[in-house]
Nanobody, 118 residues
Framework: VQLQASGGGLVQVGDSLRLACAYS????????MGWFRQAPRKAREFVAH????????YYVDSMKGRFTISVDNAEKTVYLQMNALKPEDTAVYYC????????????WGRGTQVTVSS
């Protein structure tokens, strides 16, 4: 499986961005795609995940209401819509796939940089 994240950029406080994670290879609707982020000098943190069937989205509490994760199966792409961006959202964002019964995210894409300027 290969993942390719895109959509990052430099935005102002309050702006929106939509990140995309294009996936290829053998996947199943029960696989779970997650978004993570890592800010400078901080540990990587989980943001949200969703089944590739498009069901059961889950968010870290601090992201609820501002971030929306979704799947376009025809395009084989998982999106992360981010609204009302804050400077603390500045980070490299990664997508990762968890497959089958694994509890680990075994496939990772290269990150995409999001910078929120005040």
């Amino acid at each position: 499986v290969q993942l390719q994240a895109s959509g990052g950029g430099l935005v102002q406080v309050g702006d929106s961005l939509r990140l995309a994670c294009a996936y290829s290879g053998r996947t199943f609707s029960t696989d779970v795609m997650g978004w993570f982020r890592q800010a400078p000098r901080k540990a990587r943190e989980f943001v949200a995940h969703i089944n590739l069937s498009g069901t059961s989205p889950y968010y870290v509490d601090s992201m609820k209401g501002r971030f929306t994760i979704s799947v376009d199966n025809a395009e084989k792409t998982v999106y992360l819509q981010m609204n009302a961006l804050k400077p603390e959202d500045t980070a490299v964002y990664y997508c990762a796939l968890r497959q089958g019964f694994s509890t680990l995210y075994g496939s990772w894409g290269r990150g995409t940089q999001v910078t929120v300027s005040s």
